[in-house]
């Protein structure tokens, strides 16, 4: 199944993300070998998204180091490889290799339409996952390329600033906006772990009410995001509140960070 490739223009913010691999990576990078717009935007990218990271570093807990290092004392390495006993006796492997050959000769050839007739099926049913497969990651790859391409955008779009702010329950959220772009960018460090069965959840808070924005991911050594919240409007705030899993269309739970955008 042949799938179309994206533009490579809007494969910078990926790229500066570390988020192509393979024959993509391969392909922009010949790319941006002679695309001066390209290189000059990864370079703006990178210090914008360094000036992110650092506002959301935390130290590491109290020795990560040792544990770490303890841990991989303890873990068994692979055993050596041994040598395949076929070689040492070479004699009496073949001539018992032989004797099964002569037994089971007449099982296979009752057996071959069978199985040729199972192969097929399997061959059918195997080309018929790997095409549903590809189209979804396929889909997955242009999804993960806009959500990029959209960081990308905020980040170094000229009237993006940053906010910072502490979470009621816990941790500390960033924020880089753009009203040109009517998007904003969010990261948090230290979010308090939940449970399976809850998430976390923004919302953009304005006149018109409150609307969904977008769902936090599941906090990863202590750091969460970025995520991106797009149709941004004036006046409106950014909040953040408990849901259940798989969100919710209004706030259930109080709002655990609220920042005038």
């Known amino acids: 199944m042949r799938t179309r490739r994206p533009e490579p223009h809007t494969l910078a913010g990926a790229y500066a993300l570390d988020a192509l691999t393979g024959a993509d990576r391969t392909r922009f990078e010949r790319h941006l070998a ?13 210090e914008a998204t360094a000036r992110l990271g650092a506002a959301a570093a935390a130290e590491p807990p109290a020795g990560l180091t040792e544990r770490a290092l303890a841990a991989a004392a303890r873990t068994r390495q692979l055993p050596p490889v041994t040598r395949d006993p076929a070689r040492r006796w070479p004699g009496r492997h073949a001539a018992a290799a032989g004797a099964a050959g002569r037994a089971v000769r007449p099982l296979r050839r009752a057996w071959m339409p069978r199985l040729a007739l199972a192969v097929a099926v399997a061959a059918v049913v195997l080309a018929g996952f790997l095409g549903l497969a590809a189209r979804s990651a396929q889909h997955q790859l242009q999804q993960d390329q806009s959500r990029s391409h959209g960081i990308a955008a905020v980040l170094t779009a000229r009237d993006a600033h940053m906010l910072t702010a502490p979470v009621r329950t816990g941790g500390t959220a960033t924020v880089v906006m753009s009203g040109r772009e009517h998007a904003l960018v969010f990261a948090a460090a230290g979010l308090r772990a939940l449970p399976s069965s809850r998430c976390y959840e923004l919302w953009l808070m304005g ?42 269309r209004r706030p259930t739970s109080p709002v655990i960070l609220q920042l005038a955008l």
């Open 34 to 46: 002679r695309c001066e717009q390209c290189a000059r935007e990864i370079a703006s990218l990178r």
């Open 207 to 248: 006149p018109a009410g409150d609307e969904p924005a977008a769902m936090v991911p599941t906090p990863r050594q202590g750091m969460t995001g970025p995520v991106l919240a797009s149709g941004l409007r004036a006046g409106d705030r950014l909040g953040l509140t408990v849901e259940p899993a798989g969100g919710s």
